[in-house]
């Protein structure tokens, strides 16, 4: 699991050779892919699936965090 921290208007595009889950914990979080652009509210949460180019995007004025499982950060900011 690897827990991301955004800061406002930060996003992190990315994608896996495996599929995943990403659950919102705190912010205000929007997940886009192709297929349209999702916000996510505290406890709420997505499956990715393998292969699928995505972002999460902080469109808050607050730090946000969300948790990725099956997921490893190459960023160790974001471990």
């Known amino acids: 699991m690897a827990r991301?921290?955004?800061e406002?208007?930060?996003r992190f595009e990315h994608y896996h050779d495996h599929a995943s889950r990403t659950e919102?914990?705190?912010g205000s979080v929007d997940v886009v892919m192709a297929?349209?652009?999702l916000s996510l509210r505290p406890g709420e949460s997505v499956d990715i699936p393998?292969?699928?180019p995505h972002a999460m995007v902080n469109v808050g004025n607050v730090p946000a965090t969300v948790n990725c499982?099956?997921?490893v950060a190459a960023d160790p900011k974001n471990a």
């Open 35 to 37: 297929s349209g652009r």
């Open 69 to 71: 499982t099956n997921h």
């Open 50 to 52: 393998a292969m699928i």
């Open 24 to 26: 919102h914990i705190v």
């Open 4 to 6: 991301i921290t955004l």
């Open 8 to 10: 406002p208007g930060e």
